[in-house]
Protein backbone atom coordinates (compact mmCIF):
# COMPACT_ATOMS: atom_id res chain seq x y z
CA UNK A 1 0.00 0.00 0.00
CA UNK A 2 1.33 3.57 -0.58
CA UNK A 3 1.70 5.99 1.69
CA UNK A 4 0.86 9.57 1.56
CA UNK A 5 3.65 11.82 1.20
CA UNK A 6 5.58 12.95 4.62
CA UNK A 7 4.00 16.35 6.12
CA UNK A 8 6.90 18.21 7.54
CA UNK A 9 6.40 21.86 9.41
CA UNK A 10 7.38 25.28 7.90
CA UNK A 11 7.88 28.50 9.56
CA UNK A 12 6.54 30.17 6.15
CA UNK A 13 3.13 28.33 6.08
CA UNK A 14 3.06 29.87 9.77
CA UNK A 15 3.97 26.34 11.28
CA UNK A 16 1.44 24.74 9.34
CA UNK A 17 1.56 21.18 7.67
CA UNK A 18 3.19 21.41 4.32
CA UNK A 19 3.69 18.73 1.79
CA UNK A 20 7.19 17.85 0.35
CA UNK A 21 5.71 18.90 -3.21
CA UNK A 22 4.55 22.73 -1.66
CA UNK A 23 8.17 22.85 -0.16
CA UNK A 24 9.18 21.90 -4.00
CA UNK A 25 6.62 24.41 -5.23
CA UNK A 26 7.91 27.18 -3.03
CA UNK A 27 11.49 26.36 -3.95
CA UNK A 28 10.93 26.68 -7.54
CA UNK A 29 9.37 30.40 -7.14
CA UNK A 30 12.59 31.26 -5.46
CA UNK A 31 14.05 29.69 -8.41
CA UNK A 32 12.19 32.23 -10.49
CA UNK A 33 10.26 29.76 -12.32
CA UNK A 34 6.89 31.97 -11.66
CA UNK A 35 4.02 29.92 -11.31
CA UNK A 36 1.17 30.14 -14.05
CA UNK A 37 -2.68 29.74 -12.56
CA UNK A 38 -5.88 31.75 -13.60
CA UNK A 39 -5.66 34.32 -11.55
CA UNK A 40 -2.13 35.38 -12.84
CA UNK A 41 -3.52 35.71 -16.49
CA UNK A 42 -5.12 38.46 -17.57
CA UNK A 43 -5.31 37.35 -21.24
CA UNK A 44 -2.41 35.07 -23.04
CA UNK A 45 0.40 33.93 -22.62
CA UNK A 46 2.61 32.62 -25.32
CA UNK A 47 6.46 31.59 -24.88
CA UNK A 48 8.43 30.23 -28.04
CA UNK A 49 11.84 29.38 -28.19
CA UNK A 50 13.42 26.57 -30.97
CA UNK A 51 11.87 23.91 -29.77
CA UNK A 52 8.92 24.71 -27.71
CA UNK A 53 5.35 26.65 -28.23
CA UNK A 54 3.56 27.26 -25.63
CA UNK A 55 0.25 28.47 -25.08
CA UNK A 56 -1.72 29.28 -21.83
CA UNK A 57 -4.94 31.33 -21.19
CA UNK A 58 -7.95 31.65 -18.39
CA UNK A 59 -10.38 29.48 -18.70
CA UNK A 60 -13.27 30.61 -21.13
CA UNK A 61 -15.97 28.58 -18.77
CA UNK A 62 -15.58 30.48 -15.41
CA UNK A 63 -13.34 27.93 -14.01
CA UNK A 64 -9.87 28.68 -12.22
CA UNK A 65 -7.86 26.71 -14.65
CA UNK A 66 -5.63 27.21 -16.99
CA UNK A 67 -5.85 25.90 -20.10
CA UNK A 68 -2.78 25.46 -21.87
CA UNK A 69 -1.77 23.93 -25.65
CA UNK A 70 1.75 23.40 -26.75
CA UNK A 71 3.91 21.84 -29.08
CA UNK A 72 7.56 20.41 -28.75
CA UNK A 73 9.73 19.74 -32.08
CA UNK A 74 11.13 15.84 -32.04
CA UNK A 75 12.06 14.01 -34.87
CA UNK A 76 9.85 14.04 -37.96
CA UNK A 77 7.42 16.02 -36.62
CA UNK A 78 6.31 17.79 -33.31
CA UNK A 79 4.71 16.53 -30.13
CA UNK A 80 1.53 18.48 -29.27
CA UNK A 81 -0.34 18.30 -25.85
CA UNK A 82 -3.70 20.06 -24.62
CA UNK A 83 -4.40 20.10 -21.23
CA UNK A 84 -6.09 21.84 -18.19
CA UNK A 85 -3.81 22.99 -14.90
CA UNK A 86 -4.76 24.43 -11.84
CA UNK A 87 -1.44 25.58 -11.65
CA UNK A 88 1.90 25.46 -13.64
CA UNK A 89 5.19 26.80 -14.58
CA UNK A 90 7.04 27.08 -18.12
CA UNK A 91 9.22 23.66 -16.82
CA UNK A 92 6.45 21.64 -15.66
CA UNK A 93 4.66 22.16 -19.11
CA UNK A 94 7.51 21.24 -21.87
CA UNK A 95 8.23 18.56 -19.70
CA UNK A 96 4.16 17.35 -20.06
CA UNK A 97 4.79 17.87 -23.80
CA UNK A 98 7.56 15.92 -24.09
CA UNK A 99 6.13 13.29 -21.93
CA UNK A 100 2.26 13.21 -22.94
CA UNK A 101 2.36 15.05 -26.13
CA UNK A 102 0.92 13.15 -29.16
CA UNK A 103 3.12 12.86 -32.18
CA UNK A 104 2.58 13.97 -35.43
CA UNK A 105 4.47 14.51 -38.89
CA UNK A 106 5.97 17.67 -39.93
CA UNK A 107 6.34 19.30 -42.25
CA UNK A 108 2.89 19.27 -42.61
CA UNK A 109 1.42 18.28 -46.28
CA UNK A 110 -1.70 18.60 -47.77
CA UNK A 111 -4.51 15.94 -46.77
CA UNK A 112 -2.71 15.12 -43.71
CA UNK A 113 -5.11 13.85 -41.30
CA UNK A 114 -6.50 15.93 -39.22
CA UNK A 115 -4.79 15.05 -35.16
CA UNK A 116 -5.99 18.22 -33.47
CA UNK A 117 -2.51 19.93 -34.24
CA UNK A 118 -2.68 20.87 -38.14
CA UNK A 119 -4.83 24.15 -37.47
CA UNK A 120 -2.15 26.43 -38.14
CA UNK A 121 -0.64 24.34 -40.94
CA UNK A 122 -3.81 24.26 -42.63
CA UNK A 123 -4.66 28.08 -42.52
CA UNK A 124 -1.00 29.03 -43.48
CA UNK A 125 -1.39 26.93 -46.57
CA UNK A 126 -5.02 28.62 -47.00
CA UNK A 127 -3.42 32.22 -46.63
CA UNK A 128 -0.86 31.16 -49.05
CA UNK A 129 -3.61 30.35 -51.69
CA UNK A 130 -5.34 33.28 -51.30
CA UNK A 131 -2.61 35.48 -51.84
CA UNK A 132 -1.30 33.72 -54.68
CA UNK A 133 -4.78 33.31 -56.75
CA UNK A 134 -5.92 37.05 -55.49
CA UNK A 135 -8.30 36.80 -52.81
CA UNK A 136 -9.14 37.94 -49.77
CA UNK A 137 -8.21 35.72 -46.56
CA UNK A 138 -9.92 37.86 -44.44
CA UNK A 139 -13.36 37.61 -46.46
CA UNK A 140 -13.55 34.22 -47.28
CA UNK A 141 -12.71 33.03 -43.48
CA UNK A 142 -15.93 35.33 -42.74
CA UNK A 143 -17.83 34.15 -45.01
CA UNK A 144 -17.25 30.44 -43.81
CA UNK A 145 -17.62 32.07 -40.15
CA UNK A 146 -19.08 34.75 -39.70
CA UNK A 147 -19.28 34.83 -35.86
CA UNK A 148 -15.15 34.14 -35.36
CA UNK A 149 -13.15 36.41 -34.95
CA UNK A 150 -10.35 37.28 -37.64
CA UNK A 151 -7.01 35.37 -37.30
CA UNK A 152 -4.00 37.26 -37.46
CA UNK A 153 -2.42 35.69 -40.43
CA UNK A 154 1.21 37.11 -39.56
CA UNK A 155 0.74 35.02 -36.58
CA UNK A 156 -0.95 31.81 -38.34
CA UNK A 157 2.14 31.76 -40.68
CA UNK A 158 4.95 32.02 -38.05
CA UNK A 159 3.38 29.33 -36.10
CA UNK A 160 2.96 26.85 -39.02
CA UNK A 161 6.64 27.57 -40.80
CA UNK A 162 8.02 27.09 -36.76
CA UNK A 163 6.08 23.36 -36.85
CA UNK A 164 7.10 23.10 -40.50
CA UNK A 165 4.48 23.25 -43.38
CA UNK A 166 5.48 21.98 -47.05
CA UNK A 167 4.14 24.77 -49.46
CA UNK A 168 4.99 23.59 -52.53
CA UNK A 169 4.32 19.19 -53.21
Same mark, same amino acid.
Given at each position: ?????? &?? &?????? +??????????????????? /??????????? &????????? $??? +?????????? %????? #???????? /????????? !???? *???? %????????????? $??? #?????????? &? *????? @?????? @????????? *??????????? !?? %?? *?? !? +??????? $?
Amino acid at each position: MRSSPP &LR &LSREAG +WAPVSAQQQHIKLEERRGL /HPITAPHLNGV &LTHRTDRYD $LCF +WPCPYGQNEV %VFYGF #AKCEGGVK /HLVHRYIRT !DLNL *AMLD %VDTYGHFSPRPYQ $LAQ #ACDGSITNCA &L *ALFVR @FCRERG @FSPDELHHA *AYPKEERPTWD !DV %VT *AA !D +WQGVAYF $L
